[in-house]
């Protein structure tokens, strides 16, 4: 089998080393668009980040020599990349996937990976690919095949926006956000307009090799004060000390993260919905202005007062806005 992988980070390393070592022929998509040539591949699998989607393409058209015979496989975090993918070489060809596998690299720069976690994968056509788990499966990855991909992007984006974009704003990381107590409460609200936005989409949670969503919408439904009280030891113990990867974006400089296919999809689904999502509304656009402008992230650094003052300003003009419909 031979495999194409767009993206050497930390996600196309580790899938990359895992085929490698039991036989697949796996070769990496160079960084600059001419010096991609033409490979025959029967899986390209595009593990960038979702604003870097648009260029993989470009390269993937112009590396793969018969792209119907080619599976497309989107491990990527936040929604939108499928569509994207489907409206370049056509639904049949791509499979959403979900990678739960904590994956970092070391100080020496090579592949750390988790040993629990698994891959989830979900066809957006007709076909079963049961040959494509099982190649991964052989490789040593636990893999979840679901029905509806949509439902599995959107519950691994319910897990990406915990502890992730807030701890990018403040600077902080998730051992230390978990004891901002209001912090943490908007915390909570973000996890329940991702649910009530896949519930006005129609969406059933999918639970993900080692992470229950399921169980983590439950917890959010239960009273503020019991949700974060359930959630920050999790939470804690869980990232602990590790930056989430929005963090990291801002740290290093980027101009741009993938907050807008994480918290900004969910705003921007929510409106469309009718459903109210000021939480995620604003971690998008403040975390993007961030990113733009970084002299901006002084205002927010561990000021948890001052993010707490733009969500609780959305959700007054949210209201007025309500009352302005039915005036």
């Given at each position: 089998m031979n495999v194409y992988i767009v993206g050497r980070g930390a996600v196309g390393s580790f899938l990359g080393e895992r085929l490698s070592a039991v036989g697949v022929n796996v070769t990496y998509a160079p960084r600059e668009l001419e010096e991609v040539t033409r490979v025959d591949a029967d899986v390209a699998i595009v593990a960038v980040k979702s604003y870097d989607t648009p260029a993989a393409i470009e390269s993937l058209k112009r590396a793969i020599a018969v792209p119907g015979n080619c599976v497309f496989v989107s491990p990527q975090n936040g929604v939108g990349n499928e569509e994207l993918l489907a409206a370049a070489f056509g639904e049949r060809n791509i499979v959403a996937a979900a990678l739960t596998v904590p994956v970092d690299r070391d100080r020496d720069g090579r592949v750390a990976a988790a040993?629990?976690?698994?891959?989830?994968?979900?066809?957006?056509?007709?076909?079963?690919?049961?040959?494509l788990s099982a190649t991964f499966q052989s490789a040593g990855i636990s893999v979840k095949v679901c029905e509806d991909w949509r439902?599995?992007?959107?519950?691994?984006?319910?897990?990406?926006?915990?502890?992730?974009?807030s701890c990018a704003i403040l600077n902080v990381l998730p051992n230390r956000l978990v004891q901002f107590e209001k912090i943490f409460t908007l915390e909570i609200r973000a996890i329940r307009e991702v649910r009530d936005v896949m519930k006005a989409l129609g969406l059933t949670p999918v639970d993900l090799p080692r992470y229950p969503v399921r169980a983590l919408f439950a917890i959010a439904s239960l009273p503020s004060p019991i949700a974060r009280r359930v959630l920050a030891g999790r939470v804690a113990s869980a990232r602990g000390t590790k930056p989430p990867?929005?963090?990291?974006?801002?740290?290093?400089?980027?101009?741009?993260?993938?907050?807008?296919?994480?918290?900004?999809?969910?705003?921007?689904?929510?409106?469309?919905?009718?459903?109210?999502?000021?939480?995620?509304?604003?971690?998008?656009?403040?975390?993007?202005?961030?990113?733009?402008?970084?002299?901006?992230?002084?205002?927010?650094?561990?000021?948890?007062?001052?993010?707490?003052?733009?969500?609780?300003?959305?959700?007054?003009?949210?209201?007025?806005?309500?009352?302005?419909?039915?005036?």
């Open positions: 040993k629990d976690g698994g891959l989830a994968l979900a066809p957006l056509g007709g076909a079963a690919y049961n040959w439902a599995l992007k959107w519950s691994k984006l319910a897990l990406n926006i915990v502890a992730n974009a990867s929005l963090l990291l974006d801002l740290r290093s400089g980027r101009e741009r993260t993938e907050v807008e296919s994480l918290c900004g999809a969910v705003a921007v689904a929510g409106r469309a919905a009718g459903i109210p999502t000021p939480v995620n509304a604003v971690y998008a656009r403040v975390l993007a202005d961030i990113a733009q402008m970084p002299q901006l992230w002084a205002k927010y650094r561990e000021r948890p007062e001052a993010l707490l003052d733009e969500v609780y300003a959305e959700m007054k003009r949210a209201k007025a806005r309500e009352r302005g419909k039915h005036a």
